[in-house]
């Protein structure tokens, strides 16, 4: 099979590595980025078969074409694949993202009539570039499939090139997916940049000289890639927002916990902090960390 | 010197695990815990000198006495060294402690005319128990001291035990220490909690199958000691309040973007995500994080 990647970065450039570590020879890999410079350090790395100097050249003759870039760019890429693209594209080609969020990108496809599969790949780190891929990125790890009425075949096209890398594909309604990202994925982005701006907008120097691993990891998601965060937060605002409220909810009753007439219940906060692990513990993902 | 520790988990456990790998012979070590499970296990460990009976037997004949229990346990101990166990103490000791916030503990221990040198290791993990202890918690980790008026002999004799164990001793006044670690310690655990409650109190099951180390590494300090979380707030109720209510401005301001009429502004929110960043990179415990 022939996969086109456009966007060689951190994703794309893993999709490469992994097809060469686990399934040898299977693909025939074409890559192309704006800057080129994923596509140059692929060749280099023997991780790619071609770099393409152009989009279109990229996905002549492909079955399977990627888009291995941020949802914004996502979208741009379906209305050139619709428009000055569509040419190149085979006949029979099925399209595909790894972007963060579904419903944008997957209606976009749909008015442009492309044969598209949407993905998400459950998985990542706050690196970036073809220089962080890893071959193991997406081993074991659940890969979101939003069909979008594509035929079957294409479909499973795409979860074949899943399997491929490792990943174990799971189809999902692109509003399903959104609303869980919202609060698991996209959420928890907003509250690391909202907690950094609360501690260090002011520029308190204590707390930067006492910042432990706890503050570490709670920041660790606003050290991304900010357009691949304003580009989450710009195709999925309404359902981040519906989950900020519920945390605005949750902090209000630690408000009153915390500024109780007469001073905290400190039984009544146990019992908050408990319940809290006990949802956590309930949590397979969460049950085996720190092992 | 000889060492008393009340309460043996993973804080007074390091304590005495480190002494022995770094300062062997330099300390005799007695404990003593409410369950006795800690010290039982110690001595198999061959980790302490002494598993003492009673709170008495232990501190008796001690030149330290390390409270090494959650932050409301830590005041009741405080209040039986000032009373039932001060004749135990012997003339010249000094009482120290390792709680996660500072002037509740100090001001009781003043006001109890206690030989007391607040202390807080700036290190953790979500673990407890002796069984989680470990020689290497406090390497090179700031480890902040309160001297609360004590002699300089007593809180030099403090600093002594903290470099025996690996720390670096750092001193603050009370309120300074308690109002940074409200932000990056207290607040993060607060957000934890919240993210907790706001996402998995609905019960959403796609939720709980797409998480991944994002998730993993904002709830992590919502999986620690309930009782531990519960003393912090309860003893430091007033600042982590004012951290929580900075961290709601910072939120509403990101609800105003997501929500702003027209849909959002991706340009807006990336130099919004490059600004957090830009606060982060300036920190020096983040810089050489995933190095």
């Not at 079955?63 to 000055?84: K, Q, R, S, Y």
């Not at 580009?231 to 009153?256: E, F, K």
């Amino acid at each position: 099979m022939r996969l086109a990647i456009l966007g060689l970065g951190l994703m794309g450039g893993s999709v490469a590595r992994a097809l060469r570590t686990r399934a040898p020879g299977a693909w025939t890999v074409s890559a192309w980025s704006n800057s080129g410079r994923g596509p140059a350090a692929a060749i280099t790395a023997g991780a790619i078969d071609v770099a393409a100097p152009s989009a279109a050249e990229a996905i002549a003759g492909a079955d399977v074409v990627l888009l291995a870039v941020p949802p914004l760019d996502c979208l741009t890429l379906i209305d050139e694949l619709a428009g000055p693209l569509r040419a190149s594209l085979r006949g029979g080609a099925v399209v595909t993202d790894v972007a963060s969020t579904k419903r944008a990108i997957v209606e976009r496809a749909v008015a442009a009539r492309l044969p598209f599969v949407g993905g998400h790949p459950m998985t990542g780190r706050e690196t970036s570039g073809f220089g962080a891929s890893d071959a193991a990125l997406f081993v074991d790890r659940p890969w979101v499939i939003c069909p979008a009425g594509a035929a079957n075949a294409a479909v499973e096209r795409v979860e074949g090139l899943v399997r491929s890398v490792g990943g174990v594909p799971l189809r999902m309604d692109a509003r399903e997916h959104d609303a869980a990202v919202a609060g698991i994925s996209h959420l928890p982005l907003v509250l690391a940049a909202a907690l950094t701006e609360a501690v260090l907008g002011e520029g308190s120097p204590h707390a930067r000289a006492l910042a432990a691993s706890g503050w570490r990891d709670m920041t660790r998601l606003a050290r991304g890639d900010p357009a691949m965060g304003a580009g989450i937060a710009a195709t999925n605002a309404d359902l981040i927002s519906d989950a900020v409220r519920a945390t605005r909810v949750s902090l209000d009753a630690w408000l009153a916990d915390l500024e109780r007439p007469g001073g905290p219940d400190a039984r009544e906060i146990e019992a908050r902090f408990a319940a809290a692990r006990r949802l956590l513990d309930a949590d397979p993902e969460g049950r085996n960390d720190g092992e």
